[in-house]
């Protein structure tokens, strides 16, 4: 007797089975959404995705199916016996039996026992006047069979062209596939390259059956057999049993029986044939999670140091502060300086060179808000370049480019992002420090002191000297006070001289304080705009990997067992 592969240890409980599956199913449906989302070049493959919607619709309509229902198809070529094979087993003759062609045109069941089978031999849709009930044969030792939906196929073979449909929509919808091969075929090509050997990994639900033995010896038999154990074991079919049958002398038929009944007493035949389905569907889309090493811990902090300092060097952030720190010396000679120099630079055509360079720093500022530009622009997308291939080099295809086009999805905003960054840190153009208006007023105080002290000597010298008439007060004809009055004078211009050189220094130093915390400001503004337009959609489709890394590993079977690292 052939090893019955329906014969389990103790199993976990139906609703443990269910559970489990339908995690795996819920899984595979996120794997079908993340994958569908990746499309072009070195996307998931279409066929896949397909495939996995067809095993993922066809999963959740037989579970949601009778569960006390087990669906078995007797599938084979012309001439194999299958649906004598088939009448033998219902005990009447219900299938037309023919030879040298092709006679079962459509599906016909037998149902053992009375529970309603109605909504599943519909979701098989089978024909209402193929649908047979074996209900009095559980009165006659069966009833370890209530519940089998056995199935007789066209022939595989058949010359009518939705007979081959019709076999693979069936094969791909049955819980357990008998396939019923004959001695003089058992070795056909066709057979085994298009149904058995893509069904590998559904030992567990699978049978072969040798059938009209009584065409043989005894000696033929066991050679025929051998060859045929050769040929699956060849074939990854190593645990698929191989039953020895006549439907014309009755010999195996038992052990058929037994085999049958033993898949119908474990109600498990369902849910190992979705698990196989599951499993195979899966392991194709193992590769685009690639292996242990490769899940993704996000962009690391020096990348992201290293993605901004880039950004700024781009937009020429230290050009931009000494321009502005020149500026601001350059604005506050206005406040601070010693007005007897900028009347000296006037006189000499100086100031208004002041003026222009004063201008075209501004313009120069300005004009960075608009972002970088021609060169700078190409070190902008060689960082991007440069970050998507740190970040993706070592994942699988697709996951490597489509992290690379998240670090580039909003390329080209980046430059005006960068500049509107820059803008909004550098102070205005017409603010003034506080300290610069009471140092302003100073010097004016000063000058005006040096101007009156300049006036009265010159008085003085006029009235005192020359002799002038005598009604002019004694304070503007008394030439003694002369030296005080000219002493006077120098120290105001003095004070005022080293007042304006005092603040300059004073102004070149809070120039440098304050270009300190603008580059600063500038730098954290642009990592922002580094971390909003590339981290941010980097990270999401790194997080989208490792949550596909996590969905194979619940749809695999592993959901009990931690997740790579």
Not at 66 to 81: I, P, Y
Not at 261 to 271: E, F, I, M, P, Y
Not at 286 to 294: E, I
Not at 542 to 547: I, K, M, T, Y
């Amino acid at each position: 007797m052939a090893d019955l592969p329906f014969r389990a240890p103790p199993a976990p409980t139906e609703q443990q089975i269910t559970a489990g599956l339908s995690a795996r199913l819920v899984a595979l449906a996120r794997m079908i959404q993340i994958g569908s989302a990746r499309r072009g070049r070195n996307a998931f493959s279409k066929k896949l995705l397909a495939d996995a919607e067809e095993v993922l619709g066809r999963a959740g309509e037989r579970m949601r199916l009778s569960s006390s229902h087990t669906v078995v198809v007797l599938a084979g070529g012309t001439g194999s016996g299958k649906s004598s094979l088939f009448n033998r087993l219902a005990g009447a003759d219900l299938s037309t039996v023919g030879v040298t062609r092709p006679v079962t045109r459509d599906a016909h069941a037998c149902v053992w026992g009375e529970a309603a089978s109605g909504p599943i031999l519909d979701w098989l849709d089978v024909p209402a006047r193929y649908r047979y009930l074996r209900a009095s044969a559980l009165d006659s030792g069966e009833d370890d069979l209530a519940g089998l939906v056995l199935l007789d196929l066209p022939d595989h073979d058949s010359v009518m062209t939705h007979a081959g449909e019709l076999v693979d929509q069936l094969v791909n919808m049955a819980d357990v596939m008998v396939w019923v091969l004959d001695p003089q075929k058992y070795a056909d090509a066709a057979v085994h390259r298009r149904f058995l050997v893509p069904m590998a990994g559904h030992s567990d639900v699978l049978a072969v059956v040798l059938n009209q033995s009584d065409l043989l010896d005894s000696a033929q038999v066991d050679d025929c057999a051998a060859d045929l154990r050769r040929l699956l074991d060849f074939e990854d079919l190593h645990e698929v049993p191989i039953l020895v049958t006549s439907a014309v002398s009755g010999a195996g038929l038992a052990e058929l029986r037994q085999l049958l009944g033993d898949g119908v007493a474990a109600r498990r035949a369902a849910a190992t044939r979705i698990s196989a389905d599951l499993d195979g569907v899966i392991s194709r889309f193992k590769p685009y999670a690639g292996d242990a090493s490769a899940a993704a811990s996000g962009v690391r902090a020096a990348s992201k140091t290293r993605l901004a300092d880039r950004l700024a060097g781009a937009a020429g952030v230290s050009a931009i502060s000494d321009a502005l720190r020149s500026a601001r010396e350059l604005r506050a000679v206005d406040f601070v300086g010693w007005p007897v120099a900028w009347f000296v630079q006037r006189l000499s055509g100086r100031d208004p060179i002041r003026k222009v360079r004063l201008g075209m720093l501004w313009n120069d500022l300005r004009s960075v808000t608009a972002g970088p530009a021609g060169a700078q622009q190409a070190e902008v997308d060689n960082a991007l370049t440069d970050l998507g291939g740190e970040l993706a080099d070592e994942l699988p295809k697709p996951w490597s480019q489509t992290v690379r086009t998240a670090v580039r999805s909003r390329a080209d905003e980046i430059p005006a992002a960068v500049g509107s960054a820059i803008g909004e840190a550098l102070p205005a153009e017409d603010s003034v420090v506080w300290w610069w208006r009471l140092a302003g007023l100073w010097q004016g105080l000063l000058l005006g002191t040096a101007a009156v002290a300049i006036v009265w000597l010159v008085l003085v010298i006029v009235f005192g000297i020359f002799h002038a008439d005598a009604g002019v007060p004694q304070l503007l004809s008394d030439t003694g006070a002369l030296p005080w009055i000219g002493a006077g004078a120098v120290a105001a211009l003095g004070l005022g001289a080293a007042t304006a050189s005092v603040c300059m220094r004073l102004v070149a130093s809070t120039a440098e304080h304050e270009n300190t915390q603008v580059t600063a400001d500038m730098r954290d503004r642009i990592a922002g705009v580094a971390d909003e337009m590339v981290i941010v959609p980097a990270e999401q489709e790194l997080s989208e990997f490792n949550r596909y890394r996590e969905e194979v590993r619940i749809a695999s079977g592993d959901a009990g067992t931690a997740p790579a690292s």
